[in-house]
């Protein structure tokens, strides 16, 4: 039984090896934001646009295209009564300008969370987005985007974000 075991430690170990290489031969990133956000109807009443923040990470087919599955705070609202939060999964393009700059288009579908002092919504819809990407590096890129959430209970929210990202993978 001793032998058995170490076999398939081993091979355990082996698997995890090559998966461990997979994973740096693709171009995945990771990376986080800060920024604001603004709801369309609640910005009439309350006339506030608050802090929001994400985090994402992506897979990228080759330099014009990747997928990218991302979490964002969108902000607490209506003097913190509602806070909304989506989860997205986008197909995201970019269109390289220089060497080191590219513009980043998105479109995807996202799941929400809009809570609020007594009630609790969920559903999804789409989103979509503009922005620019420059890369400092290989590894090390800075973006700036616009991103919008269509109908979030009811409401368009635009978030306006500065994120940082780190690329794995082979130059």
Do not use: C, H
Request: charged content about 20%; glycine content about 8%.
């Amino acid at each position: 039984m001793k032998k058995f075991e170490w076999v398939l430690l081993l091979m355990l170990f082996t698997l995890a090896t090559n998966a461990a290489e997979t994973v740096r031969n693709l171009n995945t990133y990771v990376g986080a934001g800060v920024g604001t956000s603004k709801d369309e109807i609640l910005d009439k009443f309350y006339n506030e646009t608050v802090t929001s923040g994400k985090l994402f990470a992506g897979l990228s087919y080759n330099t014009y295209s990747g997928i990218e599955a991302s979490y964002a705070y969108l902000g607490s609202f209506a003097n913190n009564q509602i806070t909304e939060e989506a989860v997205a999964l986008s197909l995201v393009a970019f269109a390289p300008v220089s060497e080191s700059i590219s513009i980043v288009a998105r479109a995807g579908m996202y799941y929400y969370r809009l809570k609020g002092t007594s009630t609790t919504s969920y559903d999804n819809n789409l989103t979509y987005g503009l922005g620019l990407k420059y890369n400092f590096d290989y590894r090390n890129a800075i973006r700036g985007e616009w991103e919008r959430y269509k109908n979030l209970g009811g409401s368009d929210v635009d978030m306006y974000s500065i994120s940082y990202s780190y690329r794995f993978g082979r130059p």
